[in-house]
């Protein structure tokens, strides 16, 4: 079999949310092994995510290796083509599906040993420490912008040729630093796929015991993150970073 751009973008992003959604999973559900082991682990397995996620999608044909609308999104603005906007989404929301799928069979018996419905929704898809839109929103907002110049300058010309394999450990190191210093507010979604394909997951498959999907709330971790990269990628454009 042939690999190809979609195909990358799809098994970068189901690796992604196993391995993203998987330490949230090991922390929030009751009698795993690493129940209530706390943020710390939650913002390293989250960044250990993101660094295996892009070399699969680079190993399976994506040489962008985006695995997130917003940065999809960005970088069209930035270099004024549109060509992958669909074909990359498409494959992200599709594998961010599977993914949380995954982590749904991954965790079968602690679904129903987990007793508030919120933990377990936490495990699909972000919710806001306080929940109030607007500072939700600019959260959001906020923390896909830092990502977005932090990729940029990343893969900057202006700061020369990285080695080969670096790129994906400093964008590992970036979405860290995202997730400890920015991430305490709304859980970082930063990515419109990393949440609506998981509470889509959520809404659809029999998870023992679970509550509402707070469909309500989904609208922040999609229009947010989609702000950020416009505004991201409008600057790398008029300073030609």
Known sequence: MTTS????????????????????????????KGNSSGWIVITAGWAFAVTIGV???????????????????????????????LPYISAQLIGAFLGATLVWLQYLP?????????????CFGTGPAIRSLGANFFSEALGTLVLILGLAGISSKNLGELAIGVGPYLVGVLVWSLGLSLGGTTGYAINPARDFGPRLAHTVLPVSGKGSSDWAYAWIPVAGPLAGALLGGLLIRWYAL
């Open 5 to 32: 751009p979609f195909l990358g973008e799809l098994i970068g992003t189901m690796v992604l949310l196993l391995l993203g959604n998987g330490v949230v999973a090991n922390v929030v559900l009751k009698q795993t």
């Open 110 to 122: 602690h679904w129903a040993t987990t007793p508030d419905p919120f933990d377990k929704l936490a």
């Open 55 to 85: 070399f699969v999608a680079k190993a399976f044909g994506s040489v962008d290796a985006h695995l997130n609308p917003a940065v999809t999104v960005a970088f069209a603005v930035a270099t004024d083509d549109y060509s992958h906007v």
